[in-house]
C-alpha cells in the first residue's frame, strides 16, 4: 500500500489508511471500511490486529521501553469519519482524521429519504403479497 493515492483515499476496498512518524520510526495504522479488522505496524512489523466495531478502539503496545497507544474513534458515523491518534508514553505524538463521504449533508439525507422510501415501498408490497397468499 504505498501508493500515496491509496493512503489518502479512503475506500471500501482499502479502508482507511493512517501513517504517523516517530522520528526515523513509522506507524502506520489500517482499519476496514466493511469488516471491522484493524492492524498497526509499526516499521512495517505487525504489531497489533483485532477486529472491531466499537466507536472506539485502542490498541496499546510496548516497543523499546515506550509505551504506545493508537486508537481509532468514529466522529461521525453518517459520513465515516475516523479519527487516529498515537500516543507515546501519555503524549500526544500525531492524529489524522479521514472521512469516507466528503460530499454536502443534502446528498445524505437525501440518500437516506431514498433508502427510506425503498425500504417502506419494499415492506408494504412484501405484507400486501404474504396477506393474499394466506388468503
Known amino acids: 500500500m504505498n ?10 476496498k482499502h479502508g482507511y489508511i493512517f ?17 471491522g479488522m484493524e492492524e498497526i505496524y509499526y516499521n512495517d512489523d505487525i ?8 466507536i472506539t478502539s485502542p490498541h496499546t503496545f510496548k516497543i523499546k521501553d515506550h509505551n ?3 486508537i481509532f474513534k468514529v ?3 453518517w459520513r465515516g469519519r475516523v479519527t487516529c491518534t498515537v500516543e507515546k508514553d501519555g503524549e500526544l505524538i ?10 454536502s449533508n443534502l446528498k445524505i439525507f ?12 419494499v415492506g408494504y408490497s412484501f405484507g400486501y ?6 388468503k
Open 47 to 54: 504489531i497489533s490486529k483485532k477486529r472491531s466495531l466499537r
Open 110 to 121: 437525501g440518500i437516506l429519504f431514498l433508502l427510506l422510501a425503498l425500504g417502506v415501498i
Open 129 to 134: 403479497l404474504i396477506e393474499a397468499l394466506l
Open 19 to 35: 501513517i504517523i512518524k516517530d522520528g526515523d520510526n513509522e506507524i502506520m495504522a489500517h482499519c476496514s471500511a466493511l469488516s
Open 75 to 77: 466522529t461521525n458515523i
Open 94 to 103: 500525531g492524529s489524522e482524521e479521514k472521512s469516507f463521504y466528503k460530499g
Open 68 to 70: 504506545y497507544t493508537v
Open 3 to 12: 501508493n500515496p493515492e491509496e493512503i489518502n483515499t479512503v475506500t471500501f
